[in-house]
C-alpha cells in the first residue's frame, strides 16, 4: 500500500475506522470489522468489558489487540477530568498503549462536545504522553489550537453523534482540512455509504462510524457498503473532480471531426 493513512508515525491500510459497540454481541461485532476491513476500532472504556469485568466475555477475545490496532475512548465522560481519568485506566488494562481518542461530551441530550473541557483535557493528556486522536465541532480555530496543543489528529463531527444526519457543514470541514498538518477524519453523524464518500471527497484523510454500521439492518452488509465508499471516495479526491458548471458551452460529446453522412458513404 502507497497510500496509507498515517497517525503518529504508523502507516495503517484503511481509512475506515469503526467503533465496538451497540452490536449485539462480540460475534457479530467481529463479523462487521472483518467486513469493513477497518485496523484501527475504538473502545468505549466505560461501556466495554477489556477486563474490568473478571469472568465476563471480553473484546479482547473477539477482537484481539495483536490484530487490530485499539483506540480507547472516552464516550460518556462530561469534563477533562473523566476523561483524562478514563484513558489513564485504559493504559493500564492495555499494557501502556498510548493512543488514544478523546471526547469531552457538552450534554446527554445532544452529546455535543464540550470544547473547553476538551481542550483543558488534551493539555493534560499531552502533556502525560498520549497520543491524542480528539473529537471536536466543526469550528476551524478549535481545530487549530487542538492540533496546536500536540493532537495527533482532529476529528470533527459531521453532524451529532448517532444522528445519521451525514455532513451538515462541508465549508467549515473544507476550512479544518486546508489549515491541517496531521489528519482530519470525519467522526459522528454518518448515517449511510453516500455520507462517507463525500467526506472523503472533501478531502478528510479518514472517516470514523460506529452507530452508521452497527444500527443498520444488517450490520455487517453496512460495513462492506462503508468500506467501499471510503475507498471511492478517496480515489474520487484524488483523481480531482471536474469543476463545477451551471452549463457548458462545448457538448460532452465533441461535433469537431465528426464524420459526416456524405464522408460515409451513406445519404
Known amino acids: 500500500m502507497t497510500d496509507t493513512l498515517d497517525i503518529a508515525g504508523k502507516a495503517y491500510a484503511s481509512r475506515l475506522l469503526i467503533g465496538t459497540g451497540k452490536y449485539k454481541d462480540f460475534a457479530e461485532t467481529r463479523r462487521a ?3 469493513s476491513g477497518a485496523r484501527i476500532v475504538t473502545v468505549a472504556i466505560r461501556r466495554t468489558n477489556i477486563g474490568q469485568e473478571a469472568g465476563q466475555p471480553s473484546l479482547l477475545d473477539a477482537v484481539p489487540p495483536s490484530q487490530f490496532t485499539y483506540l480507547p475512548n472516552t464516550a460518556g465522560c462530561y469534563s477533562a ?17 498510548d493512543l488514544v481518542k478523546l471526547e469531552v461530551l457538552g450534554d ?6 464540550n470544547v473547553i473541557e476538551t481542550l483543558k483535557a488534551a493539555e493534560t493528556l499531552v502533556k502525560d504522553g498520549f497520543k491524542v486522536m480528539v473529537y471536536t465541532s466543526d469550528d476551524p480555530i478549535i481545530a487549530k489550537r487542538l492540533e496546536e496543543i500536540g493532537c495527533v489528529a482532529v476529528m470533527p463531527l459531521a453532524s451529532l453523534i448517532g444522528s445519521g444526519m451525514g455532513i451538515l457543514n462541508p465549508w467549515n470541514l473544507q476550512l479544518i482540512i486546508q489549515a491541517a498538518k496531521v489528519p482530519v477524519i470525519v ?17 478528510c484523510d479518514a472517516v470514523l462510524m460506529n452507530t452508521a454500521i452497527a444500527a443498520a439492518r444488517d450490520p455487517v452488509l453496512m460495513a462492506g457498503a462503508m468500506k ?32 459526416s453522412p456524405a464522408a460515409s458513404g451513406k445519404s
Do not use: N, Q
Not at 446527554?108 to 462536545?113: G, Q, S, V, Y
Open 81 to 97: 477530568d473523566d476523561a483524562v481519568r478514563t484513558l489513564r485506566l485504559a493504559r493500564e488494562l492495555l499494557d501502556g498503549h
Open 33 to 35: 470489522i472483518d467486513a
Open 228 to 259: 467501499k465508499a471510503v475507498e471511492a471516495g478517496r480515489e474520487a479526491w484524488l483523481a480531482g473532480r471536474m469543476p463545477k458548471k451551471l452549463y457548458s458551452a462545448a457538448p460532452s460529446s465533441p461535433t469537431r471531426g465528426m464524420i
Open 108 to 113: 446527554p441530550t445532544t452529546l455535543f462536545p
Open 187 to 203: 467522526d459522528a453523524g454518518v448515517g449511510t455509504a453516500s455520507d462517507a464518500a463525500i467526506a472523503m471527497e472533501l478531502g
